[in-house]
């Protein structure tokens, strides 16, 4: 009898044994001195992932192997070709920045940045974000790409005006300047943005949010743990950025996001050097249903945050202006 | 005698430790060191006129008292004036003159430092068991202090390379590689790209800390100076930095020249 229970026991604790080792087993980040969970460190975003899911990948998360190998033959070729041209342009049109400014990102099997809904698409807009995505700024639309009319600098968008790139466009990952930082002292966690130079100060407190008269770019962040999981939670946003590469708002982007928006935010240690970023975006008055996107983040800590002045260096803004008004002298002229 | 001994050096040491704790005020530990996490704020007009000043006008007759100078008495060490050479006195002259569109504060340009720290909006100081972040409001401008092996300054930039060491109870940073484009108040008073700023931050009570910094720039002074303030600490419940991204208040004075149609 006895004999058949140890050998019970024994059965199932090799049996938990063996789903210990296929289910990946939860990483425990270190401790800061207060206790925390320790996430500080400097995380780059990582370019390459698609926010929608091409269509003819349906459901499906992850790369074959066949695609995988195909996109790393890509990243290969491509790195090579940069190591080519440091000092050529990396635009068509001339305009573009150098190539060594470019960051390309580590090939990975994410199909795309958009994990729910499980066809990693968008959800529909409603309604009434179609019609006001139409009918904005008396049919001029959005200020999303740039198309040459530029009558002054509101036909243009928040990231040419380097004014902010909003939350979410400070961390979806760009071509150039993807460093973002954790800080963490007693009762705060900062997520700190190179480009545009944004920290966001979270505090861990559980205090209420500020009034919704208060509305901000980068919105007002709330945060807790959900054991070693920082959540976030961010209201009070303007309704003047836009989701995707930016907070422009370019076509394809997710784009425009009303002042009802609610971001919640999950950061996990997945190992001693890689991080799940997972956003949830909730904004009924834009989308049918909240989506999701997931963003891995891998520590690196020789990037070097640097200095991203870019309002102080906006000579882009005066070039465009004083063109646009030279072009119209010249027409005048010409007629 | 050997017994005797012993106890004087122990009451001497007991009344030097005493002495030592009312004149010094020991700050909260972090990690080892004085914790100075907390939301700041300088509450004077060193933002206006790091000098003796009355009140005076602002730059705009039609903001009223608004725009105003409050008057103010000097933050320098000693007194003042500023050390100018001539050259350079010169230039805060032409600075002044043309304030109201030339300050980087009115273009929410970031402020450099030290002017960072007494304009008059708030900053949060952020301190981990390693670095140091400022954080401040004023243009979400912001600056890494390093506390690991000093850095070299490498490109020039508007809140400089910031390397920071302990002293006791102090906070020292040691700032170079300013860009030379900030200013240190809306006098016109300013600094270069030779500039080199030694700040002090110590703790002084539970809601106060004293703010120092040595200013050295001989390519405009004829000696170092030294501005000296207090600062306060938010003790309002749920105090929080709020978002003060000036850029869109600015863009009318920056580009309505090329607006269609001209300026507003």
């Given at each position: 009898m006895n004999y058949h229970k140890n050998l019970i026991a024994a059965g199932l604790l090799a049996a938990a044994a063996l789903m210990a080792q296929t289910a990946k087993a939860p990483y425990t980040p270190p401790k800061t001195p207060w206790g925390d969970p320790d996430l500080q460190g400097v995380w780059p975003g990582n370019m390459g992932v698609p926010m929608q899911r091409p269509l003819n990948q349906g459901a499906r998360a992850t790369l074959t192997d066949e695609e995988f190998a195909k996109k790393q033959d890509q990243a290969k070729k491509q790195a090579q070709a940069d190591s080519e041209s440091t000092a050529a342009s990396d635009s068509r049109v001339g305009i573009g920045p150098p190539s060594y400014w470019t960051e390309r990102g580590k090939p990975t099997r994410q199909t795309s940045l958009i994990v729910d809904p499980p066809n990693g698409r968008l959800p529909e807009l409603t309604p009434e974000a179609v019609k006001y995505r139409k009918e904005a700024r008396g049919g001029k639309?959005?200020?999303?790409?740039?198309?040459?009319?530029?009558?002054?600098?509101?036909?243009?968008n928040i990231y040419y005006r380097c004014i902010s790139r909003g939350l979410l466009g400070s961390v979806i990952p760009v071509v150039y300047n993807n460093g973002n930082q954790i800080l963490q002292a007693p009762g705060y966690v900062v997520f700190r943005n190179e480009m545009i130079h944004e920290s966001r100060v979270i505090p861990l407190d559980g205090r209420p949010h500020v009034n919704p008269a208060i509305k901000m770019y980068m919105g007002d962040s709330r945060g807790h743990w959900d054991g070693s999981t920082l959540v976030v939670e961010t209201t009070n946003f303007t309704d003047k950025d836009a989701i995707g590469s930016n907070g422009a708002g370019y076509p394809g982007d997710p784009g425009y996001h009303s002042d009802q928006l609610k971001v919640t935010e999950r950061f996990t240690r997945t190992s001693p050097t890689h991080m799940d970023y997972r956003i949830t975006v909730d904004d009924p008055k834009t989308w049918v249903k909240p989506w999701t996107i997931l963003i891995e983040l891998e520590r690196n800590d020789d990037y070097q945050i640097l200095e991203y002045a870019c309002h102080e260096g906006n000579y882009a803004m005066t070039d465009i202006l004083s063109g646009a008004r030279d072009a119209e002298a010249a027409k005048k002229i010409s007629k | 005698m050997r017994v005797l001994l012993t106890t004087s050096t122990f009451l001497y040491i007991s009344a030097a430790f005493l002495n030592a704790q009312t004149a010094a005020y020991r700050a909260p530990r972090l990690a080892g060191h004085p914790d100075l996490n907390g939301i700041w704020e300088a509450v004077n007009t060193a933002n206006w006129n790091l000098q003796d000043h009355p009140a005076s006008p602002g730059p705009l007759w039609e903001t009223g008292a608004i725009g105003s100078v409050p008057p103010g008495r000097t933050v320098i060490e000693g007194g003042g004036p500023i050390p100018y050479k001539p050259e350079a006195l010169a230039k805060q002259k032409a600075n002044f003159a043309s304030r109201r569109t030339e300050d980087p504060e009115a273009k929410c340009y970031m402020p450099g430092i030290p002017r960072a720290n007494y304009m008059p909006y708030p900053f949060q100081i952020v301190e981990t068991p390693k670095d140091i972040l400022f954080v401040y409001e004023f243009a979400s401008s912001n600056r890494l202090i390093n506390m690991g092996k000093p850095q070299e300054a490498g490109s020039d930039t508007w809140m400089g390379t910031n390397n920071g060491r302990w002293e006791g109870e102090t906070l020292v940073i040691d700032v170079t590689g300013l860009n030379g484009l900030a200013w240190l108040d809306r006098n016109g008073d300013f600094l270069s790209d030779k500039a080199h700023v030694v700040e002090r931050f110590t703790r002084t009570s539970r809601d106060t800390m004293s703010y120092t910094a040595i200013i050295e720039d001989p390519s405009l002074f004829t000696k170092t100076w030294t501005i000296s303030m207090p600062l306060y600490r938010h003790v309002e419940k749920d105090a929080q930095l709020l978002e003060f991204k000036c850029t869109e208040f600015a863009e009318e004075l920056l580009y309505g020249k090329y607006r269609k149609g001209g300026e507003k």
């Open positions: 639309g959005l200020p999303g790409a740039w198309s040459g009319n530029a009558d002054s600098w509101e036909d243009l | -």
